[in-house]
């Protein structure tokens, strides 16, 4: 068996593949931007989560490829995409070299982190969904045209900076939002987000941590 990294998978041309078609069908489809930007993000901000709380670095490597890989699925369908996600990224990963175990722990943070069917059921699962959920930002909003922006468009646009980050002195996991309130009311962002929020605070929870929701200064959660 192999120790695969992050920089074998972005260099995959499956990955590389199932990436750009993701893509492709997210635009089509008018969903919020799933390509290289979120997932590189997410892929950033899962493992530094379990770096700052002191996991190892195999650990944190592992939260990084299941932050780059967990919206693979959308190469199939919308639908569904974390648990066929979960499958392709589990054959890659083992194809590659990666152990059946460590590929299942990946497959498994990415199987767990849609809010409509999952939950945080490890250490990799649980920073994978802060960092997927804390990713609300108008670099996403696909729609050029203001004048057709839904609420999902609205909300994205109107936040100008998102940060996500660990207090480890504190046990907290602190989402910061600054949202322009002429473009969207805070109370929009609760309209469309309470579910992905109430999976972070499970998420932070299974860490030991207290979810914390900052928006413009001021501390919401």
Do not use: W
């Amino acid at each position: 068996m192999e120790t695969i990294t992050l920089k074998d998978v972005q260099k995959n041309e499956e990955v590389i593949t199932f990436l750009e078609i993701s893509e492709k069908q997210i635009r089509i489809l008018g969903y919020t931007e799933h390509s290289y930007r979120h997932v590189g993000l997410v892929s950033k901000n899962a493992g530094e989560i379990l770096r700052d709380m002191g996991f190892d670095e195999r650990t944190v490597e592992l939260a990084k490829i299941a932050g780059y890989l967990h919206d693979i699925g959308n190469a199939v369908n919308r639908e569904d995409h974390a648990h066929s996600g979960a499958i392709l990224a589990y054959n890659i990963l083992t194809k590659m070299g990666m152990s059946p175990s460590e590929a299942a722990e990946v497959m498994l943070a990415i199987g767990n982190h849609d809010e409509n069917s999952g939950t945080a059921v490890s250490n990799i699962s649980a920073a994978l969904i802060l960092a997927d959920k804390s990713d609300v930002h108008r670099g996403r909003v696909n729609n050029t045209d203001f004048a057709t922006f839904d609420i999902h468009d609205r909300v994205n646009y109107a936040v100008e900076s998102s940060k996500v980050f660990v207090d480890k002195e504190n046990k907290t996991a602190i989402l910061e939002l600054t949202i322009d309130t002429k473009i969207c009311p805070v109370m929009d962002y609760f309209e469309i987000f309470l579910t992905r929020m109430t999976m972070s605070r499970r998420a932070a929870t299974y860490l030991g941590l207290t979810f914390q929701l900052v928006i413009n200064g001021t501390r919401l959660l």
